[in-house]
């Protein structure tokens, strides 16, 4: 029973690491920042590297190496390009609607290698365990980055409109108005 679910989780996370490739690439090429593209790309070589260690822990179990869709982030990726395709061309917000996004893959991302790991154990695999752990802390690691990101560029985007609230805000027009 352990094992079927175990297989199963397997096939899903390693969907969602050769899905979140695909995905990664479309991102950097829509983010508007160098660091932001910078970050993308060494995230995607980590997303490769996870890869290859989902495929080294088919081998370990001598399980054909498979993916199974996760209809979760299945959503998330379908909502992030509908995001991108309503959002402003090159701008500061579409780099925060992006990192909204991929925060949220992220947190999915965690979720199902949580529930590999758990997984592992209780089926005894710890040398699959001790990949899946591997994957896991650099995941988290991308997450606190992604979330920095999030925070600056929204920090930045609000600013920005309040700059621009203020100036297309003609107080001295409006006092003129008044006293006419």
């Given at each position: 029973?352990?094992?079927?679910?175990?297989?199963?989780?397997?096939?899903?996370?390693?969907?969602?690491?050769?899905?979140?490739?695909?995905?990664?690439?479309?991102?950097?090429?829509?983010?508007?920042?160098?660091?932001?593209?910078?970050?993308?790309?060494?995230?995607?070589?980590?997303?490769?590297?996870?890869?290859?260690?989902?495929?080294?822990?088919?081998?370990?179990l001598h399980e054909k190496r498979q993916t199974k869709k996760s209809e979760t982030l299945?959503?998330?990726?379908?909502?992030?390009?509908?995001?991108?395709?309503?959002?402003?061309?090159?701008?500061?917000?579409?780099?925060?609607?992006?990192?909204?996004?991929?925060?949220?893959?992220?947190?999915?991302?965690?979720?199902?290698?949580?529930?590999?790991?758990?997984?592992?154990?209780?089926?005894?695999?710890?040398?699959?365990?001790?990949?899946?752990?591997?994957?896991?802390?650099?995941?988290?690691?991308?997450?606190?980055?992604?979330?920095?990101?999030?925070?600056?560029r929204q920090k930045k985007v609000s600013e920005q409109e309040a700059r621009n609230f203020?100036?297309?805000?003609?107080?001295?027009?409006?006092?003129?108005?008044?006293?006419?």
């Amino acid at each position: 029973m352990f094992k079927k679910s175990f297989i199963f989780q397997l096939k899903t996370v390693y969907w969602i690491e050769k899905h979140l490739c695909t995905e990664i690439l479309r991102l950097e090429k829509a983010s508007t920042t160098l660091a932001l593209k910078a970050f993308f790309r060494s995230y995607y070589a980590m997303l490769k590297k996870h890869a290859k260690r989902i495929e080294c822990s088919f081998y370990l179990l001598h399980e054909k190496r498979q993916t199974k869709k996760s209809e979760t982030l299945s959503k998330l990726f379908d909502l992030t390009k509908k995001n991108l395709k309503a959002s402003q061309f090159r701008s500061e917000l579409r780099d925060v609607q992006i990192l909204s996004s991929i925060t949220h893959i992220e947190s999915e991302g965690i979720k199902a290698y949580e529930k590999l790991l758990d997984l592992a154990y209780a089926n005894g695999e710890f040398e699959v365990a001790d990949l899946i752990e591997d994957c896991l802390e650099e995941e988290r690691e991308a997450r606190h980055v992604f979330n920095t990101l999030y925070a600056d560029r929204q920090k930045k985007v609000s600013e920005q409109e309040a700059r621009n609230f203020v100036s297309s805000f003609n107080i001295g027009g409006y006092l003129n108005g008044l006293q006419t």
